[in-house]
C-alpha cells in the first residue's frame, strides 16, 4: 500500500509540474498571437512526441519527458547582414550562429513576411519573452497565499502537548531519565498535557514563541504560571532550571549544531494551525523570494557538496539544490506518510509554489537560451535605437541576438551537466524529510 501510496504521490507531482511548464509556455503563446507573431507549436515536454492536435495554425502537443516546454516562434533572429536568412561559414562559432538563425526560418510561409519576431518592436518582444516566467509568478503567488491564507500554517501554540520527566541537557533523550537528573520544573509544578499557559510571570501569553522566549529569560527564577485546564484556571509556581538549550535564530528556529544555556521549564508545545493576513503572507512571499535569489546565487558554490554525495556518499544537507527527480520522490515520500490529508497538500501546494517561483527567477536571468537573454537583447536594441535617434544617426537596426548564441551553447551545456549532476544526486543519495 506504501508503494502505491509513494507512485500516486509522484503522479500528482507531476500532472502538478506539467501544469506549471504548460501555463508557463501559455504566457509565450497569448503574447505572441496577440502581437500576430506566428506559432507553429505549443509543445510540453521534450523528445518524442506522444500526443498532439493542430487547431489552426499551431500544432499543440505533449512530448515525452516532462522537463521543460516551448513554443516555436517564426523569425526569432534577423537575417544575416548580407539580407539573407541562411549562409555558412568554415568558424564553428560562425555555423552556431547561422544554424540558429536558418531554425528560426524553418517553417516560413508565404504572408509571415510581417509576422516574424524579431519585426515587433523591441517592447513588445519584451512583453512576449517575460508572459511565460510572468505566468509561473502568477501561479506562484496564487498557490502561496491558498497555502498561507487557505490551509493554513502550523505552528507550535502554547498548549502543553507533553512533559518532559527530568532535566537533560540539549539532544538527549528524555524518555529515560539518568539517576542523577533532577525533575523538570514542569513535572514538579504539575503541568499536565493538554494545559494552555495564559500568561508567564504575570504577563499574557499570545503565541508560543513569545512564551518560549520567555522561559529561556528567566533562568534561575520562580514564576507564576496560569494555565486553562479544561476550562478551569489554575495557578502553578516553577522554578526554571538553567540547561544548554539548542541557540534560536530571529524567527525562533533552531540553529544547527550550536547551543546556549538557558532557562528550561520541559514543555513540548502542540501543533495548531494559523491561517495568515493578507500583509503576513506578503511579507512571507518576500522572504520566500529573498531565500530564492540566494540559493540562486550560491548553486555554484553547492556543486563540490553534490559531487561528493555522488561519489562518496556524504550526507545531503537540508540546503542542497534538488532537481525534478528529488521533488517527485518527496512527493512521493510525504504522500506515503501517515499524515493527515491536510499536511499532504500543504506540502504539494508549497512545493509547486517554490517551484514555480524558481522557474521565475531562473528564466528571468539575462542569459541565453534564457527568456531574460531575450528580453536583454530587446531592451539593448531598444536603448541602442534610442542613443542613436538622439544623436541623429542612422537606425542601427535590429539588435542580432543570434550572434550570441555561441554563448548560449556554453551556458546551456553547464546548466545540462549540473542538471544531471543534481539528478544523480537525487537517485543515489536523495535530500529525505521527516
Known sequence: ?????????????????????????LGHLSTAKLFGIRVPQYMVGFGRTIWSRRRGETEYGLKLIPLGGYIRMIGMFPPG??????????????????????ASYEELQEGDETRLFYTRKPWQRVIVMFAGPFMNLILSVVLFLTLFMGIG?????????????????????????????????ANKAGLRAGDTVLSFDGTKVDNYPQLQSQIRDSAGKTVPIVVDRKGERVTLTATIERNTLPAMDADHRAIKGQTVEAGFLGITPAIGVHHLSVGESADEMADMAEHGISSLAALPSKIPSLWHAVVDGTPRSTDDPIGMVGAARLGGDVFAMDLPATQQLAFFVQLLAGINLSLFLFNMLPLLPLDGGHIAGAVWESVRRTLARIRRRPDPGPFDVARLMPVAYVVAAIFIAFTALVAVADIVNPVRIN
Not at 1 to 23: E, K, V
Not at 161 to 169: D, F, G, I, L, N
Open 1 to 25: 500500500m506504501a508503494n502505491l501510496m509513494w507512485g500516486l504521490g509522484i503522479l500528482i507531482f507531476l500532472i502538478g509540474l506539467l501544469f506549471s511548464i504548460a501555463w508557463h509556455e
Open 81 to 102: 547582414a548580407d539580407g539573407r536568412i541562411a549562409q555558412r561559414s568554415s568558424s564553428p562559432w560562425r555555423s552556431m550562429i547561422e544554424d540558429a538563425r536558418e
Open 153 to 185: 500554517q502550523q505552528v507550535s501554540v502554547p498548549t502543553v502537548q507533553e512533559v518532559s520527566q527530568c532535566v537533560v541537557p540539549a539532544g538527549k533523550s528524555t524518555d529515560t531519565c539518568p539517576p542523577d537528573a533532577p525533575l523538570s520544573p
